[in-house]
């Protein structure tokens, strides 16, 4: 009995260029430039938008003649839409990336090793920049964060639960108003607490009462994102609970949650990251201490984006290069979530 051997074929990528059109490309783009810098020269039109558009109207005509000679008018087309297309996602990218180093070049300045061991209780907004630091700024905001997280964690995941699993008749407004707090300005929950807890009952600010501001702000991101987490996880594994005789609540905790569970890491850390950086809620209700406070229950407590407003409410050289150094290091801790939450949830879905 004869046997067939079946070739291994290469997989390949029809849509991936070549290196002739990757060439073809550079001298499109060089060509494009070329033609940009010589109108701009030979017309009133001066100054970088006149160049960037210039050489726009230059790279659509070059791939549209070419693509036309090529392979006919779709094709050409098609090359007008991708240029498009290109061009928004540069007019995206590059204002993030001019952000990001304008962050890095003016908070440089500011960061040296005693930035993390020292507090401001016993330095001014004009002292020398390696003197004090931003210590009781990350001692406060993990506080901070850490209680809004206690508070949001178990209601944002349980409100997830009823609206994709018991979808009780109080679903529907439930899910309203979690899309309204959503939407609802991050000022508005500090003035709640202001008004709800703080001038009627405690009568000073706290770490918890910058926690409690921070929750309302947590909750329907959590909730939000669990939902649709929670959505993916496919109906049979629901049904096969039932069948071997579990009830809903085991079901849930036994089954759906487990399979989720990446995906409701993942929500945690965009919570996390979403309000990190909150600075309305913290001045209004946290006091934004100068000193280390470990204690959430007792006196203010700062945090970076106090750390950050105050310093460039000074208005001082080097207050100001503090605040861009806090800056820094805030941008930086909300990128390692979000790398986290980004990572996480791509190992759920590759399993």
């Known amino acids: ?27 499109n783009l060089l060509i494009s430039a070329v033609v940009s810098y010589f109108v701009v020269l030979a017309t009133p039109m001066k100054g970088k938008l006149a160049y960037l ?17 090529k392979s006919g008018l779709a094709a050409a087309k098609d090359s007008i839409a991708t240029s498009f297309a290109a061009a928004g996602l540069i007019i995206a990218v590059v204002p993030i990336f001019s952000i ?43 506080i901070m964060v850490g209680i809004a997280l206690l508070i949001s964690l178990p209601i944002g995941i349980l409100t997830a639960i009823y609206l ?12 309203f108003l979690v899309q309204a707090m959503s939407g609802v300005p991050s000022i508005v929950a500090g003035l709640f607490i202001l008004s709800a807890i703080v001038f009627p009952i405690t009568k000073s600010s706290s770490g918890l009462m910058g926690g409690l ?24 594994l629901r049904e096969a609970g039932v069948a071997l005789g579990g009830t809903q609540w085991r ?15 993942t929500a945690t850390i965009l919570g996390l990251a979403r309000v990190a950086g909150e600075t309305a809620p913290l001045v ?11 204690n959430p229950f007792h006196a203010p407590m700062g945090s970076l984006p106090f750390y950050i407003w105050k310093g460039f409410t000074y208005g001082t050289p080097e207050s100001i290069a503090r605040s861009w150094a806090g800056i820094f290091v805030l941008l930086s801790l909300i990128f390692l979530l979000f790398i986290a939450a980004r990572t996480l949830s791509g190992s759920g879905a590759k399993k």
């Not at 051997?5 to 073809?24: G, M």
């Not at 994709?164 to 899910?175: L, V």
Request: no cysteine; charged share 15%; aromatic share 8%.
């Open 1 to 27: 009995m004869s046997t067939v051997t079946v070739p291994k074929v290469k997989p390949t990528r029809p849509w991936k260029r070549t290196p002739k059109q990757q060439a073809l490309m550079a001298a």
């Open 53 to 69: 558009a210039i050489f726009f109207i230059a790279v659509i005509a070059i791939n549209f003649a070419e693509s036309y000679f």
């Open 100 to 142: 990001l180093f304008t962050i890095f070049d003016r908070g440089r300045a500011g960061l040296n090793f005693n930035l993390f061991l020292h507090d401001m209780k016993s330095n001014g907004p004009n002292d020398p920049l390696g003197q004090g630091g931003l210590l009781h700024a990350l001692v406060g905001s993990g």
């Open 164 to 175: 994709t699993e018991i979808k009780g008749i109080y679903s529907r407004p439930i899910k």
């Open 213 to 236: 501001a921070l929750s309302i702000l947590m909750i329907p991101t959590i909730a939000r994102t669990s939902e649709e987490v929670l959505l993916l996880i496919p109906n049979d």
């Open 251 to 265: 079901t849930i905790s036994l089954i759906v949650v487990p399979a989720a569970k990446s995906g409701l890491i």
């Open 284 to 294: 209004l209700v946290s006091g934004g201490g100068d000193a280390v406070n470990p």
